[in-house]
Nanobody, 121 residues
């Protein structure tokens, strides 16, 4: 069992940066792939980024490539999402997830409660 708690969201201006953190409890954190998803009002939850259990492989949706970086520290049971050059269209609730999948939210077993990111223009 893994419990996930996100932090680091907030209100920023376009072009600013934020770093989201996801702290995991449970001794099996390092055995899971981790992902970040986001959901804007009235829209479906969408994939943002994912990282393999070792951190050796990362995946991004096209709209964030070159701006967002996912990383993890297994010693700290934490996964991060560094978000640079934020745009108003990045506004959403961001969720951390753990599981065996990459792109599909259906492949993730564990979810955090979400953290709001709002980017003003």
């Amino acid at each position: 069992q893994v419990q996930l708690v996100e932090s680091g969201g907030g209100l920023v201006q376009a072009g600013d940066s934020l770093r989201l953190s996801c702290a995991a409890s449970g001794r099996t954190f390092s055995s899971y792939g981790m992902g970040w998803f986001r959901q804007a009002p009235g829209k479906e939850r969408e994939f943002v980024a994912a990282i393999s259990w070792s951190g050796g492989r990362t995946y991004y949706t096209d709209s964030v490539k070159g701006r967002f970086t996912i990383s993890r520290d297994n010693a700290k049971n934490t996964v991060y999402l560094q978000m640079n050059s934020l745009k108003p269209e990045d506004t959403a609730v961001y969720y951390c997830a753990g599981g065996s999948g990459i792109y599909s939210y259906k492949e993730y077993n564990y979810w955090g409660q979400g953290t709001q990111v709002t980017v003003s223009s």
